[in-house]
């Protein structure tokens, strides 16, 4: 009976499901809330040392211990403990008397399923009758691109002026997803107040952490907080030299000299000179006798290194010294160098030079599709090694007819193409160049290629408003690429006139324009102390491509306004 009645409500709809993993709801994308803290927010008369926060999800302990700061400082560490949705803070000490305090939590606080916060918390409260009521505001963004720059620490010094910043600021918060920064609660009076990444987390202005300059001397903190005009603007301060780490003997003719950082190589990132000379150095042996001048050269897949060559030395001890003209990416130039160096019978054989590729790209060439020279390249191919035989060239059009090619050395490995040949350079031509001139096999590398004409190339315009008392100053515009704005596709300075005009861009390019105005050639970030403000900044999207035989005029002049002006770089 019981297996009959077993097998009739298991016949039943729904009796006998197959058992499913269960699908689950839709992921977490909320970030957690508090909904209760002890002490609560604007609470007056607290004394305890224990601070208890519960949120409406379960938080993440290392995240929450990151995130949890204290202002003014206490002297010691607070004890953070509990799990999920309640966390207890045991202040390392007693609260000050008639004080208030702001608990911050950064944006970096997050639940167990990795959702952060979207701005800081904070929570202010009394040890005293009454909370401090002041507030103020601001705005950071990044210079590259003027977008807003989210959880970057915002520092508020004690004094109004930039002689407290070698100790730690009396308030602390971070800015939120709009780069915007609220102090809350805090005494009514004037500030210091800086942006800083903080990446040690030890409250200090070092050296090397990207910063932003106030845009106003002092910043005051009263109950309306109106933002000043201009932002913070973060910038990267590198005023160190890249340094020689290490030489090493690689071959019997070569050295790899290995620097610190990388090196700003490429003739295409830089303005292009007609010899582009790495410096000079020489080998000493222990003696402290001449052995060898060297030449210099590099490799662009090597980019924190140069190489020297010279003649081959014997076994033993060495030094060199000398000079060398290379930079970082922030220009510093890495002048005098000294080291010394062991040669051995176990390095490798020298190489022979050999073609390396075309510049500035070598992930051509096509021999169907020519490649665009456009007027801003330098235009040539590098070898693997210095050249020490003469080679030939020749340009062929496309019925056959063959030219000589002229290119001219800039560096030991680079040969810039010179456009100096009974060929007209007005239709698409071929570059032959014979790799057993270089000491290498009986082979031809091709290369297809045209200067790109008139009808390839536009141009931009727009006018810019020179600010009062900025005379001095020229403008600067820097086109970067739309889709990669590290890369830079045009420069242009001028020093005059107030409509600018930039010629001879490829048609198609998206371009985003840096504009400032600058004693220089470079922005200058102004300094934190003594205080002197960033120069004139602005950030133009262009928004549709640049059409060949064509000028773009842009249909807003750029304002720069009553912007703080810097004193004048020495």
Known sequence: MKRIL????????????????????????????????????????????????????????RSFTSAFSISPDL?????????GRRIRVRLPEDPRAETTYIVSLEATLRDVHNITLERPITIAFSTGESIDAAKMKGRVVRSLDGNPVAGIDVFAFANDDSSSTAGKPLYRTQTGKAGEFVFEHVVARAYYVVAIQDRNRNRLLDPGEPFGVPPVHYLTA???????????????????????????????????LRFSELLS??????????????????????????ASDLELYFLEDNPRAIFARGDSLPEGSYSIRGSVAVTDSSLNVATNISAPFIVSTEALPSKTASFLGWMPDTAVVSITIP??????????????????????????????????????????????????????????F???INQKDFGGQDSVITGFFQYATERKLGSLSFVAERQPGADRLNFIVEGMDSANQAKRIFRVVERVK?????????????????????????????????????????????????????????PDTVKFGEWPLPPPRQ
């Open 6 to 61: 077993f097998a009739f409500f298991c016949g039943l709809p729904l009796a006998c499901a197959v058992p499913v993993p269960p699908t689950g709801g839709p992921a977490d994308a909320t970030p957690p809330s508090i909904v209760r803290s002890v002490p609560e927010n604007g609470m007056t008369l607290f004394s305890s040392r224990d601070l208890v926060f519960e949120f409406d999800e379960a938080v993440d302990l």
């Open 75 to 83: 002297t010691g560490i607070p004890e953070i403990s509990g799990s």
């Open 222 to 256: 009263d109950t309306v907080a109106v933002a000043p005009k201009f932002p913070w603007i973060v910038a990267t301060r590198d005023t160190t030299p890249p340094t020689l780490e290490r030489v090493r003997h690689v071959s019997p003719r070569d050295l790899e």
């Open 265 to 290: 190589l490429k003739l295409n990132d830089q303005p292009f000179s007609e010899q582009h000379n790495l410096g000079q150095i020489a080998v000493f042996d222990s003696l402290d006798t001449l």
């Open 371 to 428: 490649r665009t020279i456009w007027p801003t390249e330098t235009f040539g191919f590098r070898t693997t090694a210095p050249v020490d035989s003469v080679f030939s060239a020749t340009i062929r059009d496309t019925t056959g007819t063959i030219y000589p090619a002229l290119f001219k050395r800039v560096e030991s490995t680079f040969f810039a193409f010179q456009k100096s040949s009974s060929f007209s350079f007005n239709q698409p």
């Open 430 to 432: 071929f570059l032959d």
């Open 498 to 554: 107030n409509t600018i005009v930039i010629k001879e861009i490829p048609g198609g390019t998206r371009a985003f324009l840096r504009v400032f105005q600058s004693a220089q050639n470079n922005w200058f970030s102004g300094e934190l102390s003594p205080w002197s403000p960033a120069e004139p900044i602005a950030w133009i999207k262009v928004n549709d491509p640049i059409r060949a035989r064509w000028e773009t005029a842009l």
